[in-house]
């Protein structure tokens, strides 16, 4: 008799889609303190007003959600559908919302496991109502852990943007990312550089304090789309801290038409993926 060789290991799950979403985006980073959030919340606005359709975030950081503040819904608790029993998203600027951190006191540590977290955003994508929704961003985790992932490999993604600041640290932990995605087929939109200069208010003097043009280059030498960049701002900062996205509160500013340009793109590249 001849042995049995090893069973090959059982195929992965299909990817689901979310219910009444036509487009989900995740938005990624390989390590953070790169601006990944706060670029989330204001690509999600813009390309709500570029679109001119219901576009909703998740805040999929289990272990530290900042969109409730950012949107300013913190303390906010999601109401549930008597009929469906699902999470009803909560809103502010027209952008539906749905995070742990409306579950959860701000300040509350979450001690959890891999299994628990990856429970925890099924429910948050899966039984949430999110209504009839051209675009759904998902805000991930910085990263390329578990629950990075497992979402990528059970969400059936339209694609994923990359963010990075131009720092070679940065850059590194980015193509780590942008392989992940690429492992379990998801569809790369572009790198989109973070913190890219910072302009002096008083002498206006454009320095580059963590390097020049990087993301762009790793772009380019990755075969992948460069969707722009963003400068280091303080308004952007205080904005964000106070509930209230600069691409909300002054539309017209440097700042947020360099958002409504990376909007352009990523709706763009959602076409071209279809």
Known sequence: MYSKGPRAPPPPPPKLAVPGVKYTVAVASGKGGVGKSTTSVNLALALAMRSKKQVAILDADIYGPTIPRMLNLTDKKPDVNPD??????????GLKTMSMGFLVPEDSPLVWRGPMVMGALEQLLY???????HILVIDLPPGTGDAQLTLTQRV????????????DVALISARRGVNMFKKVNVPILGIVENMSSFIC???????????????KKTAGEM??????DIPLDMRIREQSDSGKPIVVTDPESIQSKRYLELADKVLQRLEQEV
């Open 223 to 228: 075969g992948l789309d460069y969707l722009g």
């Open 156 to 167: 059936a993604l339209s694609g994923a943007v990359i963010v990075s600041t131009p720092q």
């Open 127 to 133: 039984k949430v109502d999110w209504g009839q929704t």
């Open 201 to 215: 208010p008083k002498c206006e003097e454009c320095s580059y304090i963590f390097g020049k043009e990087g993301a």
């Open 84 to 93: 469906s029993k699902n999470f009803v998203p909560l809103s502010n600027y």
